[in-house]
């Protein structure tokens, strides 16, 4: 028996999130069916990141375990060709047995991208929210310094979270506009629930005029759902990599 780590790439848009569902199609759902059909044996991934319905990744991780002859590198080519376009595998190789990707030291980098323009673009709307209101990016600048640090974030979390310690570290956050794109960059250990959309769409409350900057350090000091902004839609999310420290 061998444990087998890949690295996965999807478009979430057609999936109700990463996690098995009784009644939705689902990321983790195709990888076990495919993998199991490519190694004949019943096969179940466990993965790093559970991320919602209709956010994508470029680099979300996920072990299983087999007893396959098929060299680990190997196994990627092999369950591509299976996969549909939409799931891809970027990388396939042998771990240690006890490598457990949500029981170790880890850095995620996540992007939310934000098409700020007078009339929509069709070719981004799956993948960036559109917004034709002008936004200050130095408002929003000034704004995302203050997630930075280890900070509780109970505020910046959906309410239906099951986590009982909602403390955070996040290490960074930059906001960039090119063009008519506005990407909120956010990198840090781990995030909570919706936490890293309900940052964004806070940023953009700030970037509209509704709050200023430093209220996200009045917002962080109530823990209160309600004292944050609105959770951006889920389109605009990409988990760009994770790190394993």
């Not at 199609?25 to 179940?44: A, D, P």
């Amino acid at each position: 028996m061998k444990r087998i780590m890949l690295t996965v790439a999807y478009d979430g848009t057609n999936y109700h999130g990463w996690q098995v569902q009784p009644n939705g199609r689902t990321i983790e759902g195709v990888l076990n069916e495919c993998l199991s059909l490519l190694l004949g044996e019943k096969t179940e991934v466990i993965g790093a990141s559970r991320t919602d319905s209709g956010v994508h990744a470029l680099g979300n991780i996920a072990v299983f375990d087999t007893n396959t002859s098929i060299p680990s590198e190997k196994i990627a080519y092999a369950l591509n060709a299976r996969l549909p376009a939409d799931i891809k595998i970027r990388g396939s190789k042998e771990v240690d047995a006890s490598f457990h990707p949500r029981r170790c030291d880890s850095r995620k980098t996540y992007e939310y991208r934000i098409y700020n323009a007078a009339f929509p673009l069709p070719t981004e709307r799956l993948y960036a929210h559109f917004a034709y209101t002008p936004f200050d990016i130095g408002r929003m600048q000034e704004a995302a310094v203050y997630f930075v640090g280890t900070h509780d974030f109970k505020s910046f979390c959906n309410t239906d979270t099951q986590a009982e310690n909602t403390v955070r570290q996040v290490e960074d956050v930059t906001v960039k506009k090119e063009h008519d794109m506005i990407t909120i960059r956010v990198i840090g250990r781990g995030f909570l629930y919706n936490m890293v959309r309900i940052m964004a769409g806070t940023l953009m409350e700030a970037g509209r005029g509704f709050i200023k900057p430093q209220e996200i350090e009045h917002i962080l000091e109530a823990k209160d759902r309600e004292a944050a902004g609105p959770t951006a839609p889920a389109c605009g999310l990409t988990l760009i990599k994770y790190e394993f420290l």
